[in-house]
Nanobody, 126 residues
Framework: QLQVVESGGGLVQAGGSLRLSCAAN????????IGWFRQAPGKEREPVSC????????NYADSVKGRFTGSRDNAKDTVYLQMDSLKPEDTAVYYC???????????????????WGQGTQVTVSS
């Protein structure tokens, strides 16, 4: 079963930074657009960011624009989400997933993503 693995979460003070990583378990991420989603307690999962196979990124959550940056290192077969100026409202479990269909196009719809990871917890204290 194809699966991705997230890492890099943790506890950080407001204003701090974290870098999340998304790696593949048994397959190559190079062929997929990768989406980042998050789910806070009591809230629905929301799209955060997406990166195409050519490195074009889109931040879907208005609250993260200017603070979160997606990137990928194909040599390491890893996708990253750099999160700066973190706020308590960024507290959530963050997931990455591979997108079905064209890797040149991103989407905010969770329904077109598969191979979800188990998530990594990000907690931002005030």
């Amino acid at each position: 079963q194809l699966q991705v693995v997230e890492s890099g979460g943790g506890l950080v003070q407001a204003g701090g930074s974290l870098r999340l990583s998304c790696a593949a378990n048994g397959f190559n991420l190079d062929f997929y657009a990768i989406g980042w989603f998050r789910q806070a307690p009591g809230k629905e999962r929301e799209p955060v960011s997406c990166i195409t196979i050519t490195g074009d990124t889109t931040n879907y959550a208005d609250s993260v624009k200017g603070r979160f940056t997606g990137s990928r290192d194909n040599a390491k077969d890893t996708v990253y989400l750099q999160m700066d100026s973190l706020k308590p409202e960024d507290t959530a479990v963050y997931y990455c997933a591979t997108k079905s269909g064209s890797g040149y196009v991103c989407s905010p719809s969770a329904g077109v993503f598969h191979s979800w990871g188990q998530g990594t917890q990000v907690t931002v204290s005030s």
